[in-house]
C-alpha cells in the first residue's frame, strides 16, 4: 500500500515547476502500478502547447476554469470545476487558463518524474 500526502510532496523532486504550471508527481514509474497521476496547477493567462505522443492522459479539472482547443480539428471545450477529458488519441491540444486551474492528471505509461517538454509539447517515453 502506498499513501502519500501533497504536503510530502511539495519542494522534493517529485515537485516539478515550471513557467506556465506546478505538477505534484504522486504517482510516479517506479512505484510499479503501471500509471502515474499528478497534481497539476496551471497559471492564469498562460498558453500551453502540449502534445503527449507517448502517453494517453486523463485530466480532472478540481478548480478554476479554461479553454482547451483540439488543435487538429479547431474544436474548443469550455473547462471548469468537474471537467474531464481524456487524451486517447494523442491529439495536439493547448489548454489556456482563465483562473488558476488545479487539474489531478493520469498517465499511462506512467512518467518517472525526469521528463521535461520538447520544442513541441512532447514528453519522451522514459523508463525507470
Not at 501533497?6 to 515547476?17: H, N, W, Y
Not at 478554476?64 to 487524451?87: I, V
Request: aromatic content about 8%.
Amino acid at each position: 500500500m502506498i499513501v502519500r500526502t501533497l504536503a510530502e510532496i511539495t519542494d522534493t523532486d517529485r515537485d516539478v515547476r515550471a513557467e506556465n504550471w506546478r505538477s505534484k508527481r504522486i504517482v510516479l514509474a517506479n512505484d510499479g502500478v503501471g500509471f502515474s497521476v499528478h497534481e497539476t496547477t496551471l497559471y492564469p493567462g498562460a498558453v500551453n502547447d502540449f502534445w503527449y505522443a507517448n502517453h494517453i492522459e486523463a485530466v480532472f479539472v478540481v478548480e478554476g476554469e479554461g479553454e482547451l482547443l483540439d488543435k487538429e480539428t479547431g474544436q474548443t471545450h469550455q473547462l471548469g470545476p468537474g471537467s474531464l477529458y481524456l487524451l486517447d488519441g494523442h491529439e495536439h491540444h493547448q489548454l489556456r487558463p482563465r483562473t488558476e486551474m488545479r487539474t489531478v492528471c493520469v498517465f499511462n505509461p506512467p512518467v518517472t518524474g525526469r521528463e521535461t517538454h520538447d520544442e513541441n509539447g512532447v514528453y519522451p517515453l522514459l523508463t525507470d
